[in-house]
C-alpha cells in the first residue's frame, strides 16, 4: 500500500513524459520536420515544440505538439474564422470528423479552426506521430479549399473581380475559377 506522501505516480508520469518527449524530438528531427522547441518543464518531462507542415492548397499547417504529464495533444491551426455561413461550415467540419484518422475539427472561442488530437504517452511511437501527423497534413491540406469556399465566398469573389477589372493575375484563385467565371456560388 501506498502511502499518500508517496510520489509514485508523479515519478512514473515525470518518466512517461520524458520519453514521449525525447521519442517526438527524435523523430522531428530523423524526419528533417521543421521544429522548434517552445517549452519544457525538466523536471516532470513536459515540453512544447512547434512544428510547421508543408502543404499543397495549404501551403503551411502550423502545429503545437504539447507533452504533458499523461497525453500528448495535438493542435493544428487550419483557417481563422469565417467571413459568412458560420452553419454551414460547421456542419462540414462535424461531416468530416467521421471520416477522420486520430484528429478532429474544434472551434476556439474566437471561432478560429483548428484540427485536435490527444494521444496516450504510451501511443507516442514514430509510427503513430508519423500516422497522426499524416492525418494533421492531409486533412488540414484536403479541407482548406472547402473551408474557403463555404466561408469566403464572398471575399473570393471582391478579389477575384478586383483582379479581373485591374488585368491582375487571378493564379492563386484557380481552384475556384470555376464557380467564379460561372457566376455563381460554390457547390
Known sequence: MTSPESTAPESTAGTAADT???TLRRYLVDNEVEHREIGAAIDNGEA???VTLPGEK???TPVRLDVGRHALGVHAFVCRNPDENHA???RWLLERNLRMYAVSFAVDRHGDIYLEARLP???VTPD???RVLGSVLANADESFNAILELGFASSIRKEWEWRVSRGEST???DAFRGWLE???GPA
Open 128 to 130: 503513430e506521430l508519423d
Open 20 to 22: 514521449a518527449a525525447e
Open 171 to 173: 493564379r492563386n484563385l
Open 182 to 184: 460561372a457566376g455563381d
Open 58 to 60: 495549404k501551403l503551411q
Open 88 to 90: 454551414r461550415v460547421h
Open 48 to 50: 512544447s515544440f512547434s
Open 121 to 123: 504517452l504510451s501511443a
